[in-house]
């Protein structure tokens, strides 16, 4: 299934580039001092212009991923940390890796349930539904709950990578999580082309910490079994 959203969340093309490798790196697709290919088969091979990849690689190189040898070419150098973008997107493709990205189904503010579970100050907050992808295959829906305490999103402007769109938007830096994974069934507003009701699937309760002590995020996804898998990695 491709992702039909349209391109004004999605992350600079060079970026999701960079993040796509980052991926590749740490479900060890890409091994430490591994030799890159070419840069023109390179970017050939992942569809994009010269000037696109070498962006790319600047950014690996910046965030201390890529060793540039002169007259030799580029060497993966993994690093300790996560340092992507989705570094606490812990979803995979079976295979490892794969680039995330989310088409929006619905955003608003609105009051907590009181079936929620309880986070943040606020009686209300805002609530997004996207379906998630990687590599454009669908592999999960998800519900984000944000405390309205933190600040209100711009419904039109929010991107692939949440945690981007908080910080850029409400100066809000997600510094911690802890997820709960178990078992569920999918929600009954899950698009009817992805899943059906009945179909057991992946569950992850997540809750979101800033600076703040008590989570100021509560999020719920549901995921595929068959597409995706759960990874945690222990450094």
Not at 61 to 75: A, C, I, M, T
Not at 113 to 139: H, M, Q, V
């Amino acid at each position: 299934m491709k992702n039909p959203s349209d391109t004004r969340g999605a992350l600079p093309k060079y970026i999701q580039l960079s993040e796509l490798i980052i991926r590749e790196i740490d479900a060890g697709r890409l091994l430490d001092a591994e030799r890159l290919p070419p840069e023109r088969e390179m970017a050939r091979s992942y569809g994009v212009s010269i000037g696109t990849l070498r962006k790319a690689l600047a950014e690996l190189h910046d965030k201390g991923l890529l060793e540039r040898v002169q007259g030799s070419g580029n060497y993966i150098r993994k690093g300790h940390n996560p340092c992507g973008v989705y570094a606490m997107f812990r979803l995979e493709l079976p295979a490892g890796g794969g680039l995330p990205t989310a088409r929006v189904l619905s955003i608003a503010v609105m009051e907590k349930p009181t079936t929620l579970s309880r986070f943040g100050r606020s009686e209300k907050a805002t609530r997004i539904r996207r379906l998630r992808y990687l590599n454009d295959i669908a592999i999960a829906v998800e519900e984000i709950w944000l405390d309205a305490a933190v600040g209100t999103l711009n419904a039109n402007a929010v991107s692939d990578s949440l945690y981007q769109t908080y910080l850029k938007q409400l100066n809000l830096w997600i510094t911690r999580a802890e997820d709960r994974v178990s078992i569920g069934s999918f929600p009954n507003w899950t698009p009817c082309d992805f899943a059906r009701m009945d179909h057991a699937c992946g569950y992850i309760e997540r809750y979101g910490w800033s600076d703040e002590h008590k989570p100021v995020e509560f999020s719920r996804t549901w995921f595929d079994p068959d597409r995706a898998v759960y990874v945690q990695r222990l450094k």
